[in-house]
């Protein structure tokens, strides 16, 4: 008899996205002639930049001829783009990496979820509420939780709440937690945190021997010379954390998939005995294990981010994104909602305060004005009352939607 992981049953619902999507097909389905505007999922908009096509066509062809064809690359990544980014993200910020601890990747999604299995099961787990639902539905998946509680919360998973009454930023678990996610600029409120914020969670890891799951997904949206790009801008966060970062908003690989992990040769965790154990070396047993790379063509175009015109290219792309976050700012704010976020990431928050719970918000913002965004409580409990509005979207369709919610009553 093959039996399943039931820890997949405790899962509510499906994941959020194509719930999501499907109450967007079904609402279609049964209404053929709205206009529905999608901004829920931050999903891009913008074609590949003309150097990352370049690159990509370059890498296409090399693989046509005899001479220049590629097999299977190196486990990591090709070393060119691991230069490129230790050069680029890091060193250009100070901080020094050798390009061993660099693993390219075909998503930070896969990452952030696949890390969990070099980690015990007895590890308790802290998570930002709300947060990215990868986070908790492989924590879920793994079965390193109970059942979820009427509250919404899953037993076992530390939840920390972040909502405008904390200004997103969460106190330090009061019991002990292990891993911690941390998402900064933050999916979904699209806060940030400072520098002494994040050295904060630096010194608890330290002194809990805890991991800190930093996922900077978001970084390159980031436009406060004040905010951190990297934790490790932190003094010692090397020992302490991994950090997840991606092309897929950066530069419009959503489609095309890369991303990268950083795992720093001084992170350690520890056996049941307490013996330190290289987390690097788990992670490379893993991932050679286990996936065979992004392909050349990709990791070349990729790598054409960090050339002088790429780096042109997509600061321009970003720039498009960000100006429809300040369009739909500007607009909920006139609206008198509570609006968080669209400065240092592409997300808008927002707090409608009128009593109604997201996913209400959401169906009446559907059957009203046919747009669609993300209800926050499919982030997380303390999402709830929330609701989240993607950037990446065509400008026109942008001041479309903010027209057609202006004219119903909220
Ligand atoms: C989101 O909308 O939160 C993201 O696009 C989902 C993802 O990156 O997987």
């Not at 093959?2 to 959020?16: D, M, S």
């Not at 492989?138 to 109970?146: C, S």
């Not at 909502?163 to 009061?174: G, I, Q, V, W």
């Not at 799951?213 to 932190?234: G, N, R, T």
Request: overall charge neutral; glycine content about 8%.
């Amino acid at each position: 008899m093959a039996q399943i992981n039931e820890n997949y049953l405790k899962l509510q619902a499906g994941y959020l996205f194509p719930e999501i999507g499907r109450r967007v097909r079904e609402y279609q389905a049964s209404h053929p002639d709205a206009k529905i505007i999608r901004m829920g999922i931050g999903d891009v908009v913008l074609p590949l930049a003309p150097s990352v096509i370049n690159a990509f066509h370059e890498g296409v062809d090399e693989m046509a001829r005899q001479t220049t064809f590629k097999g299977y690359g190196p486990e990591q990544g090709y070393d060119f783009l691991r230069e490129a980014i230790k050069n680029n993200d890091y060193k250009e910020r100070g901080v020094d990496l050798s390009i061993d601890e660099i693993f390219i990747s075909d998503g930070s999604k896969c990452d952030t979820g696949n890390i969990l299995e070099i980690f015990g099961a007895k590890n308790t787990i802290a998570v930002q509420d709300p947060a990215y639902p990868v986070y908790v539905d492989t924590t879920v998946m793994g079965g390193r939780t109970g059942k979820v509680q009427q509250n919404g919360f899953y037993e076992g998973i530390v939840y920390m709440p972040c909502t405008a009454e904390n200004h997103f930023s969460p106190s330090l678990p009061s019991q002990k937690a292990d891993l911690i996610f941390l998402c900064y600029p933050n999916n979904p409120t699209g806060t940030t945190a400072t520098k002494e914020e994040l050295a904060k969670w630096v010194s608890y890891a330290k002194a809990n021997k805890s991991i800190i799951l930093f996922d900077a997904a978001y970084e390159a949206f980031i436009s406060e010379d004040h905010v951190p790009h990297s934790i490790y801008e932190i003094e010692g966060a090397k020992e302490v954390a991994i950090e997840f970062r991606s092309f897929s908003k950066t530069a419009g690989f959503t489609g095309t998939r890369c991303a990268f992990t950083v795992v720093p040769k001084e992170l350690m965790g520890y056996t049941e005995s307490g013996e330190a154990y290289s987390i690097h070396k788990l992670w490379y047993r893993r991932q050679s294990t286990k996936f065979n790379q992004v392909s050349y063509p990709v990791q070349k175009a990729a790598a054409a981010i960090y050339t002088p015109e790429g780096k042109k290219e997509v600061k321009a792309t970003i720039a498009y994104y960000m100006e429809n976050a300040r369009i739909m700012r500007e607009s909920f704010t006139q609206l008198g909602f509570k609006v968080f976020g669209g400065i240092n990431a592409p997300y808008v928050w927002i707090h409608s305060g009128s009593g109604l719970t997201s996913w209400e918000l959401f169906d009446k913002l559907l059957s009203e004005a046919h747009v669609v965004g993300t209800p926050g409580s499919g982030f997380g409990p303390s999402g709830e009352g929330y609701f989240r509005f993607s950037s990446f979207a065509d400008r026109e369709k942008v001041v479309e939607a903010m027209e057609r919610i202006k004219k119903i009553r909220l």
